[in-house]
């Protein structure tokens, strides 16, 4: 288990989960403690009496997560643009939460779903494709790359992990978009949106969207800045930034980090005379 | 409540008790009739009782980053439901020369955390040489809390301390290991309350026309001890005593301040 190597560090043991990655309660025999999925604190320790129920409450899944993610390729590459609003129910636990995890000079990955989740995840997708740098002497592939977070969390479907990213960059063989979930969903795409604001982000894009004469990469940039802008004003559970990044042949370069509320009296449209 | 970029069921921490421990209520169907007079019970089955692993003991944490220094804050009061375990309980554990870390949550939880920690952190001096800085024990504590996601350790962690070019550095975190660096936070049964107050007087939150003062060493001690003053008045969790740890290059110097008993 990924998650398992990864602790047995070179220190002793500390980690009394180390050897039971699946969760299983320590001591408490049949008993099952496990979070359920989409409720972090409610831990309800399932006796095996219960588990026919407790299963089916547990495995209703979640699509809604809070957040708006969204990426799409074009001409001169992938746009990824994110709110920055992590929610704990419906207190907002923080407005500058950064969604948009720099794997390496030229990989992306966005977070949706839960935030240590994502962190740790591609966090850990970070070291495995340095390894497989140091091993190849070759970059590797965004396909290669999205392939292994997505069979790093397959092992844990079913668990409660939570998590929806994409996985952008540009290799070989030009842009390349991957959306990654812990359901076990590896999805290539021109376009995805991810979170509970990702409808409005949708409807946004698809109208800005020309695939026959391209974008160039202002219009593409705003296109995504105003699509996040959109998501966080209709949507609750989205606010906070939008920050903006590009990636290239190069690599990915930072573009904007801007406050919603600045957006919004830039958009504001002017009173008529 | 774990730290998410989606939307998790909100449980506050007496929710999660109930939920958790909910001890299915005793079949006991002893109904008192008409005449006062209890009426026999009768067998319905068998019955589910849960046992919770979890009890939430309340407390607030705080912690600010200025310019050169940090400030680690936490009440003393150790709870339980409705009562008091002990008056005299601070949550800041004092890491390193320049890191403390503050921890709110479910104190057994905290005590083990802090010792595994510790125990990291000398491992860490032995192979390495060196103490850990702020900014790394921050991403250990991520990897360790992580490590426990299927049963994790039901603790809000705030570290404080000096970053390594002196500068005041908080770090935050949710219980499975969700971190990020802050100027300020605050976490805990109170942490509603605090954080908005925080937004407003350090991060000068969606105010116009105000001047961003840097804040001072004095002013910020001042300031975490009226918010926790406030928080007392409010938070039933919170009180009894207000400890601070003011991380500075010369070291860690502790204030403590009574507050409220009630």
């Known amino acids: ?273 | 409540m774990m730290l998410v970029l989606g939307l998790l069921k909100e449980q506050t921490g007496i929710i999660v008790l109930s939920a958790a421990c909910g001890i299915v209520a005793m079949d006991f169907s002893q109904e008192f009739g008409n005449s006062g007079k209890m009426q026999d019970y009768y067998y319905t089955g068998p019955v589910q009782h849960h046992f919770s692993p979890y009890t939430d003991n309340g407390g607030t944490v705080l912690a600010v980053a200025g310019e050169d220094f940090s400030i680690v804050a936490s009440d003393t009061r150790l709870s339980e439901y409705y009562s008091i375990h002990s008056r005299d309980s601070p949550k800041c554990y004092k890491l390193t020369p320049s890191t403390v870390i503050a921890c709110a949550g479910f104190h057994g939880d905290c005590l083990t955390l802090t010792k595994i920690i510790e125990a990291r952190l000398q491992l860490y001096k032995h192979s390495n040489n060196k103490t850990m800085t702020t900014g790394a024990i921050a991403a250990m504590l991520s990897t360790i809390l992580y490590g426990r996601r299927f049963f994790p350790y039901y603790v809000y962690n705030i570290i404080g301390g000096l970053d390594e070019e002196g500068r005041g550095a908080i770090y935050s975190f949710d219980p499975v290991g969700s971190y990020q660096r802050d100027a300020y936070k605050a976490a805990g049964s109170a942490s509603a309350m605090l954080q908005p107050l925080l937004d407003n007087q350090i991060g000068f939150k969606n105010m116009e026309g105000v001047q961003h003062v840097p804040l001072t060493l004095d002013k910020a001690i001042q300031l975490v001890k009226d918010v926790f003053i406030s928080a007392t008045e409010r938070d039933i969790c919170t009180g009894d005593g207000l400890r601070i740890c003011i991380v500075t290059k010369e070291g860690i110097k502790e204030d403590t301040l009574p507050l409220r008993k009630d």
């Open chain 1, 1 to 273: 288990m990924a998650l398992a190597s990864v602790l047995r560090s070179d220190y002793a043991d500390f980690s009394f989960d180390n050897h039971k990655p699946f969760g299983f309660g320590l001591g408490l025999g049949k008993s099952d403690v496990r979070a359920s999925l989409g409720e972090e604190l409610s831990f309800a320790v399932q006796t095996s009496l219960n588990s026919s129920d407790g299963e089916g409450i547990e495995r209703k899944i979640e699509f809604l997560h809070g957040t708006t993610t969204l990426a799409f390729k074009f001409q001169h590459g992938v746009i990824v643009a994110v709110d920055s609003r992590a929610t704990a129910g419906s207190y907002i636990a923080s407005q500058t939460v950064k969604k948009v995890i720099e794997i390496n000079p030229y990989l992306l990955g966005t977070m949706a779903g839960g935030a240590a989740d994502c962190s740790f995840w591609e966090r850990l997708l970070a070291r495995q494709c340095r390894i497989y740098e140091l091993r190849n002497k070759e970059r590797i592939s965004v396909a290669a790359a999205s392939k292994l977070l997505a069979n790093m969390v397959y092992q844990y479907k079913g668990m409660g992990l939570s998590m929806g990213t994409m996985v952008c960059g540009w290799d070989k063989r030009g842009p390349g978009l991957y959306y990654v979930d812990s359901e076990g969903n590896r999805v290539c795409g021109d376009l995805f949106a991810v979170g509970s604001g990702s409808m409005y982000a949708y409807g946004v894009v698809d109208t800005g969207l020309r695939k026959e004469e391209g974008l160039t990469v202002e219009e593409a940039c705003e296109l995504g800045r105003r699509a996040i802008y959109q998501a966080t004003y209709r949507d609750a559970y989205s606010g906070g930034q939008v920050n903006l990044y590009h990636v290239h042949s190069e690599g990915w370069t930072r573009v904007s980090q801007e406050d919603v509320l600045v957006l919004h009296q830039q958009y504001k449209p002017q009173p008529q005379a």
